[in-house]
């Protein structure tokens, strides 16, 4: 079966704080796709990264790093030195060659001032 | 208009009512999505439309009538609802229906409330 596991139901920090959501995957299938979106207080999920089973490099873009570790079937975020528009709902996802996308629950990232 | 957009972005209806959601994407696309999302709950895959035609009906009731009139239109027709039914409607595209290869992009959603 496949399923997305994101532990961590809501985490709260204070701006510039490094934070990190984990997810954790389950498939049987060696050929899989994982995704990151964002959905802030407006409503709509923004796609933040999509990375293939094959590829296991690290990825930085700006504040964001993501860590895929088939070891540990994680694909985990990092957001290094936090801001106030980080806060939003973060959603890990798995495509296993189909026409469907598989959702964890959300972690609510939440970043005070 | 850029991107995806829902209209409308609050419904509060009867269970008796029916209504219609509207989605529409500016992006050329091919494929639509509908998904819902509850509190608490993954975001559950409702419906897709490949080149207008529906490739997949995921267990959802004949109360939720989806139509693809053409690729950038997407509706969702809502009848004899009950209010476990409320929850936030999103919809996606993607530029063809293969979800792993093709990122979808999400509009705002619709909250929709069953009185």
């Known amino acids: 079966a496949q399923k997305v596991t994101q532990a961590q139901t809501e985490i709260s920090v204070v701006e510039k704080e490094d934070v990190t959501l984990d997810c954790v995957y389950e498939t049987r299938d060696t050929t899989y796709y994982l995704f990151w979106y964002k959905q802030p207080p407006s409503g709509e999920l923004v796609f933040l990264i999509r990375r293939n089973s094959f590829d296991e490099q690290n990825e930085i873009s700006g504040r964001y790093s993501w860590n895929f570790q088939k070891s540990t079937s994680s694909f985990n975020f990092t957001i290094t030195a936090s801001q106030v528009v980080d806060s939003a709902v973060y959603f890990c996802?798995?495509?296993?060659?189909?026409?469907?996308?598989?959702f964890g629950t959300g972690t609510r990232l939440q970043v005070f001032p | 208009e850029t991107g995806v957009t829902q209209t409308p972005r609050h419904l509060v209806m009867g269970m008796t009512n029916k209504k219609s959601l509207k989605c529409e994407q500016h992006l050329g696309h091919n494929a639509m999505y509908w998904y819902k999302q509850s509190a608490k709950k993954p975001l559950e895959l409702m419906f897709v439309?490949?080149?207008?035609?529906?490739?997949e009906n995921n267990s959802v009731p004949s109360r939720f009538s989806p139509e693809c009139p053409n690729s950038s239109h997407l509706f969702l027709h809502l009848h004899t609802l009950q209010p476990e039914d409320s929850a936030l409607y999103l919809c996606?595209?993607?530029?063809?229906?293969?979800?792993?290869?093709?990122?979808?992009?999400f509009g705002p959603g619709t909250r929709l409330t069953v009185t």
């Open positions: 439309y490949s080149l207008e035609e529906r490739v």
């Open positions: 996606a595209s993607s530029q063809d229906k293969s979800a792993g290869v093709y990122e979808q992009y």
């Open positions: 996802a798995l495509n296993h060659n189909t026409d469907k996308l598989i």
